[in-house]
């Protein structure tokens, strides 16, 4: 073992994760530091693996282990395979798994052994070995999954690790978490961006804007330029299609004085290919003039840059400029020979020029650099369909099918937005092309001597050309060289693809030739342009070539934009951050680092650490006294830590697992629990309350006759007679089944539920609504089809028919007709609406908008859709995509009638499985909009209670069941939400609360501010639920006491502002996470908004210019908490 000095030993116990993209030690400037560390990484490994003798002798006893994790097959996965993020994560996460099966918690290891897994992965990571990072980070976490999160820097160096490697999605929960825990992290600016960038590459594009945004807001230090982030922001407008937002932003930056030339030249790429393509930047000749103009200066000021020169070919290739086009490709490829779009549109320029044999070479070159280049197989079988050889063009285009179904199903949520209806064209299209072929090649002749001779070689010549060969060889020795144009790129190895098999082709079938001066030629143009209207924009699709049309027409912007972005994750973090990559090590621990780098030792030490227990220090049993007390003994040198409402300890919130129990067929479509009112009597009964708190969701029959409700007070003739210029919010959707799902393109069941909002009012919608009926009238008459009739009455189990599921998809497939389902109507305005909120007075106490027994109530103000009532106007089809209730209170909804609604639900229990299946299929499940497929609910032991809701029913939805919604008929629903006072209520209340932080995800309901209006306003019997409300406000206390002397230390002066009658809780303008009393300001801003501490830290680490207001004086909140204690009577609160 090597021996280090006192003083190498001192620096090297400072690095950590914090100093990554800081200190470079690929530097020579930094070659003695980075010995050292190769050095301690030696040191380190022998004495882990000497620590590892016993552990080792279990695993080789242990006949459950199947295999070893192999750091090196992990770089491989995820550095050459990521094509397929799914699959990605899947592997991390079951080599995560299987891995904790090698140590027994039945042999502890020392704290040395541990802490020296955690300072491995951080010596690895700083030496850019990001999979040895990962491994020793993963070996670390077995040790500490009970209190890993106390562990700030270890969650940032696993972040960084899954980022590298591409695990986004493991990447982004470290990274959540992260801030969750301490907002103020040292190096939190650089959470942001990656945040931002992986969010973005996501297709969460609101939330990664956001993420953006804040990370501009830091005074740290940092590995990327101001003006680097403003361009991923411009750039994240411009692939949502917001091209003046993006144009402003580019603008913006290149009138910077200090703008890089690297920079520079990406804004004027950016810039040349949006002119290119967008035509509202103005008339065709004048865009295409600045689009040249534009990519001209970025070559310029990046002479090296093959992806301008590409986009400038494909810019003269646009004004059929071939010559210029054919040069610009010449230099591209120079420059970077491994791009495959560029070979792929010097095919397309050569099929133009009718030279099919150039064209062939291009495309067999293109397809080598990339196997999944699906435009490349995509062109290469139209070339081969239009010289007649069948078979040929039947293996590119299943070779171009296979990409689309195989293809990052993550990269077409990216892109959803912007394409999602030519990528469904694309696969359509190719389908059809596909049957076309398989039919002509079923009835193919066999091969003669007379055959006339192949105009093209076949594609397993063609890939074995002198040329081809040439390009693979070199591809293969300047791989490493080259920057990744994409994670899909790899040197080809082994034989060119083969032909794929089929039932038609089980023997050797010769491709049929097509005449040439036949109909069948002319047909087969027409399919093909057919076809190209289909395509996906990025696809350079020459069907259109064969129909002597200009295919360069057509928007092509978004591949290639994508591209010349810094949006590869490698070029993020070698290229972005250039200017700051020899940072020496001493300029963090003179500037922010050397302030901070005990941050996560303190937090050990009072906030779930060993040493000093929070638990041990703040408890419910404190009065406001002791709270206080302890409260002076915390350190008031660094901000305090993050604050949550959750038990002491807790680690960070995340998605349950499903319960464990395997359920039958029946039990996986449980009957709803239902009850039939008679009469008034029976709907004002404990047991009516008793029996819906019992269930996940339940619903009530008869309510309205029992209760002599006026329903019509809320239907459509009623509502434009009242207030016919009232808002409603429309979202215009696809009409299909209630049990199915599918895309556009009809191929296949998804979970994505697509819809457009737009506005209306009352008066148009229901014109809208009424024609509708008349013409379903009309069509019902024509056609002698009874509708909707079919539906089934029962309680449990209610479904279409196997016949009626299959009419009804195919007639859907036929006409994918659209609808639009007024939303969200707003009925609180108790001036416009007092007939029909009166009438809701008839409810029982526990259903009603306004109880002393519903926490909503006590909320102080409104929060419109939850203390208020809304109105949903619908026609058949309407749908509420899958959700949960925010911040999981329960619901209650009326169908006012005249048709039914289908409800699907599935217990609270089981969200966590559901939120699974979201990630799966690459939607978000807080902000995506999806409509579960139930064959997949099924198929993970998920339990789906399905029912008709008939007009006058009331359905209960209990807290945090999962549930979504679609009408059968034409009708109108009420709906808002209670909170009941049960401990079960405000427990998953609190814990969506939380995980809603971790998400960056607003939580509507003020959860600190109800608390304490709860225990002002009511006195609590149920000790669970005393027990959560005390612990919400023993935690809140703290963090006012704690905030306030932190302030008053930093010289803040604190002015009280007190709270007017009704006004709303506050939010902080930046995180939107809810600010309990102690409110912070900019001084000098016209337009005032509140920033939480950790926000206001970063516009001013000193607090200068801020202003640090109080909602209550704390005498006032040591009463309050002093005051509540548990009320030992029998009956329970809300009954009252």
């Known amino acids: 073992m090597g021996q280090i000095s006192f003083e190498e030993d001192c620096l090297v116990r400072e690095l950590d994760s914090r100093y990554y993209g800081f200190l470079d030690l690929s530097n020579s400037k930094n070659a003695e530091i980075k010995n050292l560390v190769q050095q301690t990484v030696t040191n380190l490994q022998n004495y882990i693996a000497n620590g590892k003798v016993h552990e080792m002798k279990n695993t080789f006893d242990d006949k459950n282990v199947i295999q070893k994790y192999d750091p090196l097959n992990v770089a491989g996965e995820h550095m050459e395979n990521s094509s397929s993020q799914n699959d990605e994560d899947s592997k991390i996460l079951e080599k995560e798994t299987n891995e904790k099966g090698f140590i027994s918690d039945e042999n502890p290891q020392d704290e040395q052994y541990v802490n020296a897994l955690c300072k491995l992965g951080h010596l690895h990571l700083l030496l850019g070995e990001y999979s040895e990072a990962l491994s020793a980070y993963q070996k670390y976490l077995r040790f500490r999954e009970k209190n890993y999160w106390t562990n700030h820097a270890f969650i940032y160096g696993i972040g960084i690790a899954y980022f ?10 470290s990274f959540q978490e992260l801030l969750y825990l301490s907002p103020n992290f040292t190096c939190a600016n650089e959470v942001h961006l990656r945040l931002g960038l992986m969010l973005k590459h996501c297709g969460e594009f609101h939330i990664a804007l956001k993420h953006l945004q804040l990370s501009l807001l830091y005074t740290y230090p940092s590995t990327f330029s101001e003006l680097q982030v403003k361009f991923q922001i411009a750039h994240l407008y411009e692939v949502q299609n917001k091209h003046k937002a993006a144009k402003d932003g580019y603008e913006f930056l290149l009138n910077e004085k200090n703008i890089s030339l690297e920079l520079k030249a990406d804004v004027y790429r950016q810039l040349g290919w949006m002119y290119h393509c967008v035509e509202c930047l103005g008339e065709k000749k004048e865009r295409e003039a600045n689009a040249l103009n534009f990519l001209q200066k970025s070559i310029e000021a990046e002479p090296k840059s093959g992806q301008s020169l590409y986009l400038l070919g494909r810019c003269y290739a646009g004004i059929n400029k071939v010559h210029d086009a054919f040069l610009a490709y010449r230099n591209s490829v120079e420059k970077s020979e491994g791009n495959a779009d560029t070979w792929c549109s010097i095919g397309v320029l050569y099929q133009q020029q009718n030279q099919p044999t150039d064209a062939l070479q291009a495309y067999i070159c293109a397809v080598q650099l990339d196997k999944d280049h699906k435009a490349a197989w995509t062109n290469l079988g139209i070339l081969y369909e239009s010289c007649g050889q069948l078979r040929d063009a039947y293996a590119c285009y299943l070779n171009a099918t296979k990409q689309i179904s195989f293809q990052s199903s993550l990269l077409r949520k990216k892109q959803a937005i912007r394409m999602k209806r030519d990528t469904i064209g694309l696969s359509k299209g190719l389908s059809q092309r596909i049957t076309f072929l398989e039919g002509q090649l079923s009835q193919a002749p066999l091969p003669s001597i007379t055959s006339k001779r192949r105009t093209l070689c076949s594609i397993e010549e063609a890939w074995n050309l002198p040329i081809s060969l040439e390009m693979n060889s070199r591809q293969q020795q300047t791989a490493q060289m080259l920057p990744r144009q994409n994670a899909k790129q790899s040197p080809i190895q082994g034989p060119p693809p083969p032909y794929p098999h089929s039932q038609l082709s089980q023997s050797p079938i010769p491709a049929k030739r097509i005449k040439e001066d036949g109909s069948g030629q002319q047909e087969l143009i027409q399919n093909n342009v057919q076809t190209s209207s289909q395509l996906h924009p990025n696809l350079i699709n020459i069907s259109e070539t064969l129909g002597q049309r200009n295919f360069n027409t057509m928007p092509e912007s978004n591949k290639v934009s994508e591209q010349s972005v810094v949006d590869t994750f490698d070029d993020i973090s070698n290229d972005i951050y250039k200017h700051s990559e020899t940072i020496k090590l001493e300029r963090l621990s003179q500037d922010a ?76 479509l449980p009957p709803t629990p239902s009850v039939h009112l008679e009469n008034k009597k029976n709907a004002f009964s404990p047991q009516l309350q008793e029996f819906c708190l019992k269930h996940p969701i339940a619903v009530v029959r008869g309510l309205a006759g029992a209760l002599k409700l006026d329903l019509g007070l809320f239907s459509t003739k009623t509502l434009v007679e009242a207030n016919p210029d009232h808002s409603v919010e429309v979202r215009t959707q696809v009409h299909q089944s209630p049990d199915e799902n599918w895309d556009t393109s009809q191929g296949k069941r998804v979970w994505a539920c697509i819809s457009h909002r737009s506005h209306t009012t009352i008066a148009k919608y229901a014109q809208y609504q009424a024609s509708s009926f008349q013409d379903s009238l009309k069509d019902e008459s024509d056609k002698g089809f009874p509708g909707s009739q079919a539906m089934s009455d029962s309680d449990s189990k209610d479904s279409v028919s196997n016949s009626n599921i299959v009419l009804k998809r195919k007639k859907h497939k036929i006409n994918s007709k659209m609808l639009r389902f007024g939303t969200n109507v707003d009925l609180s305005d108790e001036k416009k609406w007092k007939p029909q909120l009166t009438e809701l007075q008839k409810l029982p106490a526990f259903a009603r908008v306004i109880s002393a027994a519903n926490m909503l109530s006590h909320v102080g103000h409104v929060i419109l859709g939850m203390n208020t009532v809304q109105l949903y106007m619908k026609v058949p089809g309407s749908r509420t995509p899958g959700h949960q209730e925010n911040n999981n209170f329960c619901s209650i909804n009326i169908n006012i009638g005249p048709g039914d609604c289908e409800w699907f639900a599935v217990p609270d229990a089981y969200w966590g499985g559901v939120h699974n299946l979201c990630e799966k299929n690459n939607i978000s499940y807080l902000h995506g909009s999806w409509w579960p497929v139930l064959e997949d609910l099924y198929k993970e032991n998920i339990p789906v209670y399905r029912f008709i809701q008939k007009p006058g029913d009331l359905v209960w939805v209990n807290a945090g069941c999962v549930h979504w919604v679609q009408s059968v008929g034409w009708c109108n629903n009420i ?8 401990g079960r209520q405000y427990s998953l209340a609190i814990e969506r609360y939380e995980w809603n932080k971790v998400q960056a995800f607003k939580s509507i309901v003020p959860m600190v501010h109800l608390s304490w209006n709860l225990a002002r306003n009511i006195k609590v019997s149920d000790t669970k639920l005393f027990e959560l409300i005390k612990m919400c406000l023993l935690q809140t206390l ?14 803040v002066e604190i002015r009280f502002n007190g709270r007017g009658k009704n006004e709303a809780s506050h939010y902080c303008g930046q995180c939107e996470v809810e600010v309990f009393n102690v409110l912070f300001i900019k001084e000098q801003e016209k337009r005032h908004v509140v920033h939480c501490l950790s926000c206001a830290l970063k516009l001013s680490p000193s607090l200068q210019g801020i202003v640090c207001l109080e909602e209550y004086r704390l005498s006032e909140l040591q009463r309050v908490y002093d005051s509540f204690t548990l009320h030992r009577t029998q009956g329970l609160a809300y009954t009252q």
Not at 164 to 173: E, M, P, Q, S, V
Not at 644 to 655: E, F, G, Y
Not at 1038 to 1049: A, D, M, P, T
Request: proline share 10%; glycine share 4%.
């Open 593 to 668: 680092l050397s302030n901070t780098l005990n941050e996560d030792s303190r937090h050990h030490e009072y906030n779930g650490g060993t040493t000093s227990d929070l638990s041990t220090t703040f408890k419910i049993q404190m009065d406001s006294k002791q709270l206080m007390a302890a409260v002076k003994l915390l350190p008031i040198d660094e901000p305090p830590v993050h604050c949550t409402i959750l038990q002491v300890n807790a680690p960070p919130p995340s998605p349950p697992d499903c319960p464990p129990q395997k359920l039958t067929r029946d039990q996986l």
């Open 164 to 173: 590298k490697l591409r695990c986004f999605k493991w990447a982004i929960k």
């Open 1038 to 1051: 703290k963090n006012v006491l704690h905030i306030q002397e932190y302030v008053k230390s930093k010289g």
């Open 975 to 982: 709906a808002w939400n209670v909170g009941p006072l049960t």
